[in-house]
């Protein structure tokens, strides 16, 4: 899929091939922020969805999902976590073409079933938070970002390298997080954030 997707890129002739990357993990390190305009992500059935949110958050760049799923909702939390486009497989390649265009001129290339469905769970949200805003802040934690949190609260004294050593991550993707989950919760350092966690049940394990 990977060698179909960049002759595609190729044969439009408004497009630039920036590079392509087997998997998430090398493309964090093939696209450094800002290399590439667009990525398209071949978001088929291996992809875990939590290493896809993760990447998606911290890094701000204009994503596409080029994806086979039948489930209509599987990518609503990509959505709400910065995925500016969907293309199902089963489209034309001129869709894909045209979405990565648009997309890449700030516009958002998702249907009109996700859209409602992102707008119902926002109202939803907006009551939520009238009468729990914290549990509403919780719930916008990723999977990654609340082993993170378990981790720092577990051990307040432990650097940053080891903490990220621990979660099997870079120190950077560790400050990453932090910076996301320290903007979501309302925070400012890992001494609120561990008396955010304990007080509301966040450091516990997660798997």
Request: proline share 4%; net charge neutral.
């Amino acid at each position: 899929m990977c060698w179909a997707l960049e002759q595609l890129v190729k044969s439009s002739p408004a497009l630039e091939l920036a590079g392509t990357a087997p998997e998430l993990s090398t493309a964090r390190q093939t696209f450094p922020l800002g290399t590439a305009d667009v990525i398209v992500v071949d978001h088929d059935g291996n992809l875990d969805s939590a290493e896809f949110i993760d990447f998606l958050e911290p890094r701000h760049m204009r994503v596409i999902a080029f994806t086979g799923t039948t489930d209509p909702g599987a990518l609503d939390h990509a959505v709400l976590s910065g995925l500016q486009g969907i293309v199902r497989k089963s489209e034309s390649p001129k869709v894909l073409l045209t979405a990565i265009e648009k997309v890449h001129q700030g516009e958002l290339w998702i249907d009109r079933g996700t859209t409602s469905r992102m707008f119902m769970q926002l109202a939803r949200q907006k009551t939520d938070e009238k009468s729990d805003p914290e549990r509403v802040r919780v719930s916008l934690l990723t999977h990654r970002e609340r082993q993170a949190i378990a981790a720092l609260a577990a051990d307040t004294s432990a650097p940053a390298k080891v903490i990220a050593s621990r979660l099997c991550i870079s120190e950077h993707t560790l400050r990453n997080h932090l910076t996301s989950i320290y903007s979501k919760l309302h925070l400012t350092n890992r001494l609120d954030l561990y008396a955010y966690a304990t007080r509301h049940h966040l450091d516990k394990p997660v798997n």
